[in-house]
């Protein structure tokens, strides 16, 4: 199986930074594409940023300019560094990989970690 583990998450000042790490482990031939997704209390799960294989990313307009998405691929590793922390930033970050595991031919899956919860106050 394929297992993702994320770390880093903690409780930050405004405009303090934080790296997040999300780590895939398993049967895996080959990851697609990583993205970062954060959840607020009582708001829905939003997509925050991706990046590809070949290193192209994107972002939600509300974290341009402040968080960084990127991988390692020899580590099957993604990683956000997050800077200018708000308030409004406190959530659970979710990390999702796109995957296509050994022995599977070239089928995808879609695989979720457990969760880092930033907290951003003062």
């Known amino acids: 199986q394929v297992q993702l583990v994320e770390s880093g998450g903690g409780l930050v000042q405004p405009g303090g930074s934080l790296t997040l790490s999300c780590a895939a482990s398993g049967r895996i031939f080959r990851i697609n594409t990583m993205g970062w997704y954060r959840q607020a209390p009582g708001k829905q799960r939003e997509l925050v940023a991706t990046i590809t294989s070949d290193g192209r990313t994107t972002y939600t307009d509300s974290v341009k300019g402040r968080f960084t998405i990127s991988r390692d691929n020899a580590k099957n590793t993604a990683y956000l560094q997050v800077n200018s922390l708000k308030p409004e930033d406190t959530a659970v970050y979710y990390c999702?990989?796109?995957?296509?595991?050994?022995?599977?031919?070239?089928?995808?899956?879609?695989?979720w970690g457990q969760g880092t919860q930033v907290t951003v106050s003062s």
């Open positions: 999702n990989a796109n995957i296509i595991r050994i022995g599977q031919g070239l089928r995808t899956y879609d695989y």
